[in-house]
């Protein structure tokens, strides 16, 4: 298993990014499932290199999955979201600084009415770059969540849950 960096905090004491007592982390987030063609929108950290992950970021205490998915897409690529739709939800269970992290994550189909010209910075993190990856290329790389692969399959108008967890392959 690759290592997770711990999850940059925006500084917002409102983000549902919780440590937990004794350590550990619990953590309300949404990604999105950006697609064109064949090609599906990565974000790439140049401090973490080994793996991809899906633009998104941390829910806001009292804000809906679907607002932050629409925010979190505006302040990472500075477009409009237009029309997102639920796809899946995802617990998602992996050690986060040698302590349990339990993270939920919404996954939104979004079709925007404008796509990124990438690669480029995320707005809102200049560590972290934009990048299309053809979809047959997705089994070249570690892409977060794990599950991607069959969330991707999911047809539209459907959610699907899925439970990964990274504990279980160290």
Do not use: K
């Amino acid at each position: 298993m690759l290592p997770r960096p711990a999850p940059p905090h925006t500084g917002a004491v409102t983000d549902l990014r919780l440590p937990l007592p004794g350590g550990g982390l619990l953590a309300l987030r949404v990604a999105l499932l950006c697609l064109d063609g064949g090609r599906l929108l990565t974000c790439w950290d140049h401090r973490y290199p080994d793996f991809l992950a899906l633009p998104g970021g941390a829910v806001q205490a009292g804000e809906s999955s679907e607002a932050a998915a629409r925010r979190e897409w505006h302040e990472e690529t500075g477009l409009g979201a237009g029309e997102v739709q639920l796809a899946g939800v995802v617990e998602n269970f992996f050690d986060w600084e040698g302590a349990p992290a339990h993270e939920l994550g919404f996954y939104y189909r979004i079709s925007p009415s404008a796509l990124p010209v990438a690669p480029c910075p995320v707005r809102d993190n200049p560590d972290v770059e934009l990048r299309w990856l053809p979809l047959s290329e997705l089994g070249e790389h570690t892409v977060y969540p794990l599950c991607l692969p069959e969330l991707l399959r999911v047809p539209t108008g459907q959610v699907r849950h899925f439970v990964v967890d990274e504990r279980s392959r160290a």
